[in-house]
Every structure is written in structure tokens, then in C-alpha cells.
């Protein structure tokens, strides 16, 4: 009793402290949120470089990371994830400002998160192409080389540095799945998979150990489709052949600096203070150790004032990552948060037009249901048209097609036009463990959703139905608003994915496009002219609220301390199956019907 008193004790103790903290913490953000000034726009000096570390995540719409308190009082900026639009605008701005005289590439492309896809990066490479056809020099440089997505990027300078000790790989793209059928089976725990659409291959890794002839007939179509973009794109900026690059991709995969070199795919090998002496005949600048330089950030944010801040608007709405029921969270699209944004969007008379920039692979049929609905009803009032990101398939497709137009990349990953469910259960593993259950009902299909035992024949032929349904009522919305027979997007659905270049060609999409020539495309749409100014959502949150959010997040982080950033092969493949089981948590769809590409869509 007197130990049970003292935890008592103790552990009111704890809370007095933990909130006296917690007040006294609040009181210091508050203070230093009212009373230190934050930093003033950097200046661009003449004759700088603009510098973009291709490390560095890109993703559609604004990003809250990095520490704002520390930034604040140190003055010191963590890296943050880049917004699309913002690199695009910079580069296209510094390529007609005196004072920018070059741009220098470093570092490698990740291969984390939907918004490094292809068709990002390919948005990016025209930019950048734009920039050195202004008359302006590009210099790429990493020290360890770049993998295929990096090279991408920077085979588009005119000149291409690489240390002696760095390397090239280029050796194909590869769709890796991986598959717990097996491992579900020995431990005990059933599966039973719905489905609508043959080639609607999300299922598979809950009930097989290898893929099935249908997935690996799409997805090698889809690679190719990717891998012969990134082939010609190349090649072209190289002065090489497509042929060339297949058979390194073929016979070596990884070139040695020197090979690189006698291959002409970079220019010469240098160290760090060769580079930064090549960077010079660029500023004029002489026996300096560094170059004049100003990051992307910088320069987006000391010319900011330049954009052009009047007339009508045109709505920019982000809808990136799973499709969820209910509001959502950070990194998914909360079926009923877009819904709402899009219905707001609606009644403002200011808004003349809207561009719904879609970068998911999909998620709830019922929350993709409901957003379809409201793009629908906004079509009615305004212009919608669609920009498809890296991707935009199953529900991601379903609240893109009743948009006016459709602009996708011809990297973009579309279609996967059906729908699926999946059904798990634990007798097997609970019965071998001593766990039964027992149950009492009032119908004989009162426990159609248990988990205690497979279903039976008569319950998988009714949710078949709900499956069918949901199928049908996709198929008939794509046959509606795309204006295809309803045969025609049957036998072009079938849950099969297609590349954006390959959606064009079926009537899936109607132009091959950026953001940028979606935004312009809505304002022809609706006669705007030239005097428009775009406004995005879900709007950036202040500085303020930034600052309280991370205070309130902190107080968490000694019970559940942040992931550490993993680079080891072993440590990455366990945090890949790791991030495949936070989808599934994700999967909160009412009728437990999906439409949605399979776990991991990244291709490397």
C-alpha cells in the first residue's frame, strides 16, 4: 500500500513539473514569437550563383518542417521541403534577373515521397532547360555521383563536374513489391481479397509471394513507358543515343568516373576547389574559397516582391498523398477537408477559376466518391482543370474526372480504374493460441464484419456486390465526364495503370502538361487575360501558428522521439515495410472499399 501511495505521489509530482514546464515554455515562445524579430530578406548581390541542392525533398504545396523557433532566435535555416511552383517561378524569374548569372546543381536526387517522381523532376528539368536557352550557363557537380533521378536533372547543364572518387549509375528503373502472403499464411492469419479489375493489383501483397502475370504486364509497360522518357530526354542533352545509354543500362550499370568521361556523359572530373575555380569564370571573382551564391530559398524569398499581386484569382488546391475518410492529417487528403475547401471555393465570387493540382495514388472510394461530387459541383460555377503531379491513379484518377481538362506529364502514373477490399482474419493464428470467440445474433449476417473466422461464400458474394457497385459507378463517372463509351473505359480500366503519355493516347487525360500550363490553360478558361494573380490552399500557416504547433508536438517527442533519418540498406528495406503497414492503418474507408494503387509506388 505504501509503494502504491508513493507512485501516486510521484507521479502527481511528474504532472506538476511536466505543466510547469509545459506554461513556462509556452510563456518563453510567446515572448520570443512578440519580441524577436525575425530575419530580413536576403539580398541577391551581382553576379551570384543560384544554387539548388537536388537533395533537397520538392513537393506540391507548402511544407511547415524545420524548427521556426530555433530558426527565429538563431537565425540559422534548417532544410526544407521545396514547393514546386517556388523553384519553378525562381528559376523562370532569375533567368531574367542581371544579377543571377548561373545556376549550380549539387548533390543527388532522394528517392523518398510522391513529389520526387519523375514527373516532378520533369517540370523542373524544363525549367531548367528554359533557363540555359535564356543564354544562361548551368553547372552540375556532386562529389559521389548521381543515381538515374539525379542525373536526370542534371544532365541538363552545360557543363557536368564529377569527383575522381564519385560514380554514375545508370542501370534501369525496377518496381520492387514487397509481399507478406506468405508470411500472413504461416503466422495464422487469413486473407480474403476483393476485387474489381483484373490488373487491380493492390491485394496482391496480402495474399501472394510473387506477382501476379497481369501486375507484372502493366507495370512493365509503365516502366518502359518512364524509362524511354528518361532515355531520350538525356541522350539529347548529352549529344548521345538512346541506344548509347540502354547499353550501359545493360552492360554496366554503374560507370567509374573515367567511364562516365569517355561515355560524354560528363564533361571532366574534378575536386571541390576545381569546381569552385570553374564557378568563378562565372562571377568574375579571383582567389576566393568559396563563389558568390544564394540558395533557392533565399532568392524566392528576397524577390518575392516582384511577383505581380493583382486582379482576379485563381485558386492553386494541393491534394496530395492517400485519400482518407474524415479530415485527415499531415500527409493525406482528408476526404472531408477537401470537400469543404472546394465548396468554399465555390461561393467566393473572387475566384474566377480553379487548378486542382493532384499528386496521390489513390486511398477511400468513398472519401474519392465525395471529392468527385464536389469538383463536379464547382465545374458548375467555375473552370477546373486538372494537373496531375507524379501521380494520380485510382481515387486519385476518380476527383480528377470531371475537371474541364486534364493536364498530366508523360510520367505521370494514371489510371488504375478499379476498386478492391480486403478482408482479414485471425482464427487460425488465434485458435492456436488458446483465443476463441463466441458470439450471439440477432440475423444470421449480424457479424458479417468480424475478424473472428473467414467469411462464408454467401458474405463474400454480398461485399463482391458492394465491390461491383462502387466499380460500376466508377467506370459510368469516367464514361460520363470523359465523354467515352462506357464499354470503351471498361476494357481500358480493369484496375490497370497507365503512364500519363499512354492516358493521352486512351482519352484518359486530355493534354500533356506542368502545373504552370494548368494555371494558364484555367485562365483562357475563364477569360482572365493577363490580369490574375494565383492563390493557394490549404494556405500556409503563420509564423505564429507554426511556433505553437511545434511547441504543442515537442511536449511528445521524449514518449515518441522522431524517426531518425536511415541510409543503411537493412535500415531502409525495414523502414519501406514499415511505411507499407502505415498505409494500411491509413486504409479507413466506411464500407472497407479502396481504390488505390498498390503500397509503395516509387520507382528506382
Known amino acids: 500500500m505504501r509503494d502504491f501511495l508513493k507512485q501516486i505521489l510521484a507521479t502527481i509530482v511528474g504532472l506538476v513539473l511536466f505543466s510547469a514546464m509545459s506554461v513556462g515554455g509556452l510563456a518563453a515562445l510567446l515572448f520570443a514569437v512578440a519580441f524577436f524579430p525575425r530575419d530580413t530578406a536576403p539580398e541577391v548581390e551581382n553576379s551570384s550563383m543560384l544554387t539548388l541542392n537536388l537533395s533537397q525533398p520538392i513537393s506540391d504545396g507548402q511544407s511547415d518542417e524545420g524548427n521556426v523557433l530555433s530558426e527565429a532566435l538563431s537565425g540559422n535555416r534548417s532544410p526544407q521541403t521545396l514547393p514546386l511552383r517556388t523553384v519553378l517561378t525562381t528559376i523562370e524569374r532569375a533567368a531574367q534577373d542581371d544579377r543571377i548569372a548561373g545556376i549550380y546543381l549539387s548533390g543527388d536526387v532522394s528517392s523518398a515521397g510522391l513529389g520526387s517522381g519523375y514527373a516532378t523532376l520533369r517540370e523542373v528539368r524544363q525549367a531548367l532547360q528554359k533557363f540555359r536557352d535564356a543564354g544562361k550557363p548551368i553547372v552540375a557537380y556532386d562529389d559521389t555521383g548521381w543515381s538515374e533521378r539525379g542525373y536526370y536533372l542534371a ?170 475518410s474524415g479530415r485527415g492529417g499531415p500527409g493525406t487528403i482528408g476526404g472531408d477537408r477537401l470537400a469543404s475547401t472546394l465548396r468554399d471555393i465555390r461561393q467566393d465570387d473572387d475566384i474566377k477559376a480553379v487548378v486542382l493540382r493532384i499528386n496521390s495514388p489513390g486511398g477511400s472510394a468513398t472519401a474519392s466518391d465525395l471529392i468527385a461530387r464536389e469538383v463536379l459541383l464547382l465545374k458548375k460555377e467555375k ?60 440475423g444470421r449476417l449480424a457479424d458479417l464484419d468480424t475478424i473472428a473466422r473467414p467469411k462464408t461464400p454467401e458474405e463474400l ?99 515518441l522521439p522522431p524517426a531518425e533519418t536511415l541510409t543503411d540498406p537493412l535500415s531502409v528495406k525495414v523502414q519501406e515495410i514499415r511505411e507499407d503497414w502505415d498505409t494500411l492503418r491509413s486504409l479507413n474507408d466506411p464500407l472497407g472499399m479502396y481504390s488505390r494503387l498498390p503500397f509503395t509506388p516509387m520507382i528506382d
Open 155 to 324: 544532365s541538363v547543364a552545360n557543363t557536368i563536374l564529377l569527383n575522381p572518387s564519385g560514380q554514375l549509375g545508370i542501370n534501369g528503373f525496377n518496381f520492387e513489391t514487397t509481399l507478406y502472403g506468405g508470411a500472413l499464411q504461416k503466422y495464422g492469419i487469413g486473407v480474403q481479397p476483393l476485387r474489381a479489375g483484373k490488373f487491380k493489383s493492390a491485394v496482391e501483397p496480402f495474399v501472394r509471394s510473387a506477382i501476379s502475370p497481369e501486375n507484372r504486364v502493366e507495370t512493365q509497360k509503365l516502366l518502359a513507358d518512364l524509362w524511354s522518357e528518361f532515355l531520350t530526354t538525356t541522350a539529347k542533352s548529352r549529344k548521345v543515343t538512346p541506344q548509347q545509354l540502354q547499353k550501359i543500362a545493360d552492360q554496366q550499370g554503374i560507370l567509374l568516373p573515367e567511364q562516365a568521361q569517355t561515355a560524354k556523359l560528363v564533361d571532366r572530373l574534378a575536386y571541390d576547389d576545381e569546381v569552385t575555380a570553374e564557378l568563378h569564370k562565372i562571377t568574375g571573382e579571383k582567389d576566393q574559397d568559396s563563389f558568390r551564391q544564394i540558395d533557392i530559398e533565399e532568392y524566392a524569398e528576397a524577390t518575392v516582391g516582384d511577383e505581380k499581386q493583382q486582379g482576379d484569382r485563381i485558386a492553386v488546391v494541393y491534394a496530395e498523398g492517400n485519400i482518407v
Open 383 to 442: 473552370p477546373v482543370v486538372v494537373s496531375m503531379g507524379s501521380y494520380a491513379a485510382s481515387g486519385g484518377y476518380q476527383i480528377a474526372t470531371n475537371a474541364n481538362r486534364i493536364f498530366a506529364s508523360p510520367t505521370t502514373v494514371t489510371g488504375s480504374i478499379g476498386v478492391f477490399g480486403v478482408l482479414p482474419n485471425f482464427q487460425k493464428i488465434a485458435n492456436a493460441n488458446g483465443i476463441t470467440w463466441d458470439t450471439v445474433k440477432t
Open 461 to 559: 458474394r454480398i461485399l463482391q456486390g458492394v465491390v461491383n457497385r462502387l466499380y460500376d459507378r466508377f467506370i459510368t463517372l469516367v464514361s460520363t465526364s470523359r465523354s467515352l463509351p462506357k464499354q470503351r473505359v471498361a476494357e481500358i480500366a480493369q484496375g490497370r495503370v497507365w503512364s500519363g503519355a499512354e492516358a493521352k493516347r486512351i482519352g484518359l487525360v486530355d493534354e500533356i502538361g506542368g502545373i504552370e500550363d494548368a494555371i494558364q490553360a484555367a485562365a483562357k478558361e475563364a477569360k482572365l487575360g493577363d490580369d490574375w494573380q494565383t492563390e493557394e490552399y490549404p494556405r500556409q500557416r503563420s509564423f505564429e501558428e507554426r511556433v505553437l504547433s511545434q511547441f504543442s508536438s515537442r511536449l511528445l517527442t521524449h514518449v
